[in-house]
């Protein structure tokens, strides 16, 4: 995990906390809004990931924060504006997700990837 986090903390310019966040907040995302066999696959593939989804993407961290997300039509852009509020920009959140998303592609392969990312809707316009 720590070899994930410090890696997109160091290439998108940000704090290794607010990096191991994000990207939980991140993966947490594309768990519940992709294809679930290749997101699974892609999560399991990744050393580290699937304990920063349950970190962050826990029972306790959905209600409030999924009734907001609901509320504001979910999708990309909640994850967005979730991220925004962790203090990261625009730029920040493109590098991290396209960042993270490099590593899974090692992990798990161009094809399972390309699948999680073909799966949710507006992703592929920031990766």
């Known amino acids: 995990m720590n070899d994930l986090v410090n890696r997109v903390a160091e290439n998108v310019g940000i704090e290794p906390a607010t990096a191991e966040k ?7 995302f594309l768990q519940r809004e992709a294809a679930e066999g ?7 593939a990744i050393p580290g990931a699937s304990e920063l989804v ?3 993407n826990g029972e306790g961290s ?7 997300m609901n509320a504001m039509g979910g999708g990309v852009m909640a994850l967005g504006q979730q991220l925004m509020s962790q203090g990261l920009g625009m730029g920040e959140i493109t590098g991290l997700a396209k960042e993270t998303l490099a590593i899974a592609r090692e992990y798990a392969g161009n094809d399972v990837v390309d699948e999680v990312v073909g799966s949710v809707p507006g992703l592929s316009q920031f990766v």
């Open 22 to 28: 994000a990207i939980g907040m991140m993966l947490g």
């Open 54 to 56: 349950a970190k962050y």
């Open 62 to 68: 959905g209600g409030l924060l999924g009734g907001l």
């Open 38 to 44: 290749p997101v699974a696959q892609m999560i399991e």
